[in-house]
T-cell receptor, first 117, second 112 residues
Framework: GAGVSQTPSNKVTEKGKYVELRCDPI?????LYWYRQSLGQGPEFLIY????????DSGLPNDRFFAVRPEGSVSTLKIQRTERGDSAVYLC???????????????FGPGTRLTVL | GNSVTQMEGPVTLSEEAFLTINCTYT??????LFWYVQYPGEGLQLLLK?????DKGSNKGFEATYRKETTSFHLEKGSVQVSDSAVYFC???????????FGRGTSLIVHP
């Protein structure tokens, strides 16, 4: 079946603009995660959805970042008033419902490379 | 807090050489440990995992043993192939947490 897909694959924008990044998880996966990966670094957690609700948004760096998942499937990460420091690869992952403190394997998309000029 | 330290890359090897990529961690309690791999142009994939001390995770010829006494989870492969060229990430997930903490990644380049 299809894996996690992310669009666009590349996004170039100007400082101060608004951007939306989209993630289509694997069908049937109730959990969805956003990460940010800066050059030479590992992925850094941003937000985790269980169904339609954000179960953990502690990784969002500030209030310019927001994410939604209105129907419990596709998710959109929204960044307002972009800054050059927001340039990174934004990764999305999905998994089955984690339960009982156990870890369910996360399946990652290829990422969206955001460049803020 | 939780953290993962990996050896810096790139690691450059000839085909059929032995591979070790070092990973050490800091965590409270008993985390689960993982190795992820990112091939060029692709998303991260879980390579192997271990959930308790002395467990050995293995997949595709790669192995890593959860060493609580040394807080390590070193990745090894006896004979690397060109197709193993990728970036490898060590990660941990604390008990009760669904969110892994990743290391910075180690690039592996295998020459024919």
């Amino acid at each position: 079946g299809a894996g996690v897909s992310q669009t666009p694959s590349n996004k170039v924008t100007e400082k101060g603009k608004y951007v939306e990044l989209r993630c289509d998880p694997i069908s049937g996966h109730t959990a969805l995660y956003w990460y940010r990966q800066s050059l030479g670094q590992g992925p850094e957690f941003l937000i985790y959805f269980q169904g339609t609700g954000a179960a953990d948004d502690s990784g969002l760096p500030n209030d310019r970042f927001f994410a939604v998942r209105p129907e419990g499937s596709v998710s959109t990460l929204k960044i307002q008033r972009t800054e050059r420091g927001d340039s990174a690869v934004y990764l999305c992952a999905s998994s089955l419902t984690p339960s009982g403190g156990s870890y369910n394997e996360q399946f990652f998309g290829p990422g969206t490379r955001l460049t803020v000029l | 807090g939780n953290s993962v330290t990996q050896m810096e890359g790139p690691v450059t090897l000839s085909e059929e050489a032995f591979l070790t990529i070092n990973c050490t961690y800091t965590a409270t309690g008993y985390p689960s440990l993982f190795w992820y791999v990112q091939y060029p142009g692709e998303g991260l994939q879980l390579l192997l995992k271990a959930t308790k001390a002395d467990d050995k995770g293995s997949n595709k010829g790669f192995e890593a043993t959860y060493r609580k006494e040394t807080t390590s989870f070193h990745l090894e492969k006896g004979s690397v192939q060109v197709s193993d060229s990728a970036v490898y990430f060590c990660a941990l997930s604390g008990r009760g947490s669904y969110i892994p903490t990743f290391g910075r990644g180690t690039s592996l380049i295998v020459h024919p």
